[in-house]
Each structure stands twice: as C-alpha cells, then as structure tokens.
C-alpha cells in the first residue's frame, strides 16, 4: 500500500509530462501581442530574479510600470534589478527581500512594501519549487505546500487592499498566480494537507499547484462577491526550460537534457501567458480562469467545486493565523 501511494504521484505526474510536451512538439508557443504602456503602475513579481519571473519582470518594466522584484537571494535580486536597468528599461524595478519559506517574512515584506506608499496593480504570485527532498519550511509546514501555495496566500490577502484601493472598475488591479498542468493530478487531502502519513515529493508538488487554482478561484469569487475591482487568475506556463527541474533524479535528469533543448518553451515564451494576463487590455475585467498558451483552458474538474474551495480557504486562514473574511 505504501509503495503504491509513493508511486502512483510519480506516474500520474510524468504522464502529464509527456502529454504537455507532445502539445508543446506540435503546437508554437503562444507570441505576445503589442502591449499597452504601463506608465505609472506598480508591480511585485515573486521569483523575479530568474527564469520566467525574471523575464516577467522585464517585460513589463520595459512598457513603463514600476517593478518590484521580490526573492529570497539578495544577491539574484539586485543583479536582476541592474540587468534590466542596463537594457534601458522604461520602468523602475527594485528588490525587496521575500522569503516565502517564512510566514514572519511575508508580514514583513508587506510592511515594507506598504511603507512605501505605493498602489498596487499586479500581483504576480510566481516563486515556486519543484520536487525538492522532504523538509520543512520556519513554521513547520510541508515545503511545497508552504512555498508554493501557503506564502503566496498570505502575501496576496495581506496586499489584498492595496490592491481594492488601485483599482478602478475600467482598470481593474490584477492577481496572477502561476500553476501547472501537474494539478490536473493533484490530490487534496483536506485531513492531511501536509502529506505527513506517506510523503512524496511528486504528490505534493502537484497538490500544491491544485491548490493554487482553488485559490484563485475562490478569491475571485469573494472579490466579485464584494464587487472590487480586482481580478484573479492562474496561468499554466507549459514545460519551461528553468532551475525548477534541478531536482529530478539522475535519469530524468540525463533524458531532460536533449529533450528541453527540442521541446521546452524558454523562460520568456513560459512568462507570455503570465504577461498576457498581468496587463492585456482585452483581458479587463475578465477574472477566475485558467489560461494556458495564450488561451482560456478548463482545470481540472475538482477547482469548480464550490465547497471545496471554501473548506481550502477555511483551512488555509487558520494555517497562517489570518481571520476568515
């Protein structure tokens, strides 16, 4: 029984592996359109100093909006901020130090950034590990789970005014949250979110990225609820040639190589979709989808679920000390 719970999370997400790189082998990587000018708007992007956050963060520097690169390596950080600078970029782009790992440090993260007295017009929730050994993040919490989902669910309540306050409902602030096509497998154990009884670090990098839609889903629901101007949304960016799959095992590894070189997307064609959904015009107002190479996908059929939605969030304020709203 324990080596089938073990391997069952590796089969289902290797299968959906190969599903999204035969796409990806007959289907061009989606081109962004002309892109209206940011003048004057605020940006975090989360994982900002490499790979598709990186490349996020440049492009729309680039169309004028001021960036705020938000990491856990201050040294990343501050290179990415003058690499981009050094390209003659439009925007302004900053680092502010975020440790998603950390619970006390995404409080504090939003104190900074909220002592800054700047709006807030998009969130990018991009920072994410993959298949990393078993560990812990400061409070304890399973690290993908922690990671991936926990930390960006607080971060984005904790700036969820700064967001309401910049929005306007022609100009609607926006959340993009970044998952994968592994949460069509994930599995939601509510009883043991953390994958205490049987860990594997395939199933839990694909809960968390299931868990990632549900949230967006459901904030978009309580924000229309309230009627605020503020849109949210996930985005799939395909298989992306970046640091994420340092972690597979030694013949994943060796396979990975050729076949990234022929068939992944680089980690500015896997930004696109991000960047489509973080500022596109035709996309205003337009919230709780999921969007995979430029287009409106279905998720998996388990987001839809309205009570399963609210039993995550429910469980999720009570994780990270927030009151359920």
Not at 79 to 103: M, N, R, T
Not at 295 to 303: F, Q
Request: aromatic share 8%.
């Amino acid at each position: 029984m324990w080596l089938l719970s073990f391997i069952l999370p590796i089969l289902r997400l290797y299968l959906v592996g190969v599903k999204v790189l035969l796409y990806q082998l007959f289907n061009k990587s989606f081109t962004l359109p002309v892109l209206p000018k940011q003048n004057g708007r605020v940006a975090i992007v989360t994982g900002g100093a490499r790979g598709m956050g990186y490349e996020t963060a440049r492009h729309l520097a680039s169309l004028g909006m001021h960036v705020v690169i938000a990491g856990n390596s201050e040294e990343d950080g501050l290179q990415a901020v003058k690499k981009i600078h050094e390209e003659g970029s439009e925007g302004k782009v900053e680092f502010l130090f975020l440790d998603l790992c950390s619970l006390k440090s995404v409080r504090q993260f939003v104190q900074r950034f909220k002592a800054r007295a700047l709006p807030l017009h998009v969130l990018v929730n991009n920072a994410g590990i993959m298949l990393v050994p078993e560990g812990k993040t400061e409070d304890g919490f399973e690290l993908h789970f922690g990671l991936n989902y926990l930390g960006h669910f607080l971060l984005t309540n904790l700036l969820l005014d700064k967001l309401k306050r910049s929005g306007r409902h022609d100009a609607c602030s926006r959340v993009v949250t970044m998952s994968s096509a592994t949460h069509y497998v994930g599995r939601l154990n509510m009883e043991d979110l953390q994958g205490r009884s049987c860990y594997s670090a395939h199933g839990a990098y694909s809960q968390s990225k299931l868990a990632l839609v549900l949230f967006t889903y459901h904030l978009q629901e309580k924000l229309t609820a309230a009627g605020f101007p503020v849109t949210s949304n996930a985005v799939d960016p395909g298989m992306v040639d970046t640091d994420l799959y340092n972690n597979l095992c030694i013949p994943a590894q060796a396979a990975k190589k050729p076949v990234a070189k022929m068939l992944f997307r680089t980690p500015a064609e896997g930004a696109s979709t991000a960047i489509l959904a973080a500022i596109a015009s035709q996309l205003e107002g337009v919230g709780g989808c999921y969007f995979y190479n430029g287009e409106r996908a279905k998720s998996a059929d388990i987001t839809y679920d309205h009570n399963v939605r609210a039993e995550l969030w429910k469980q999720s304020c009570a994780l990270v000390g927030l009151q359920e709203a």
